[in-house]
């Protein structure tokens, strides 16, 4: 895919019911079941641990998410992003980029 047809793509929010986020203060913290591989299953069974992640977002993170929301494009984010925060983001694009690839990976957005 060419990069002016990423730029294009509007960024949503997976629906799967499993998926939450809830505000705290001026974050946002998403909430998502961990999915275990075979050695990380095995280790869990005998072991214990969380089941879910909470991934806890910072302020910058935090405003790329509540864009994510179907309606506004990746330019629409970037340029939202560098508008609010400036010199503080730059280059923007590239950080932006960064976290949506890793939303994507987590399979916590979808791109329309």
């Known amino acids: 895919m060419k990069k002016s047809e990423i730029l294009l793509?509007?960024?949503t929010k997976n629906p799967d019911p499993k998926i939450s986020s809830n505000s705290d203060g001026d974050i946002v913290v998403i909430t998502y079941p961990k999915?275990?591989?075979?050695i990380e299953k095995w280790?869990?069974?005998?072991i214990g641990g969380p089941e879910i992640i909470k991934r806890p977002l910072d302020k910058y993170t935090t405003l790329i998410w509540e864009l994510?929301?179907?309606e506004n494009s990746v330019k629409d984010i970037v340029d939202?992003?560098?508008s609010r925060f400036g010199e503080e983001v730059a280059p923007a694009a590239s950080r932006v980029q960064i976290f949506l690839?890793?939303?994507?990976e987590l399979n916590l957005i979808i791109l329309k």
């Open 68 to 70: 994510c929301n179907g």
């Open 9 to 11: 793509k509007k960024p």
């Open 80 to 82: 939202a992003f560098d």
């Open 35 to 38: 999915y275990f591989g075979s």
């Open 43 to 46: 280790f869990h069974d005998r």
């Open 101 to 104: 690839e890793k939303l994507l």
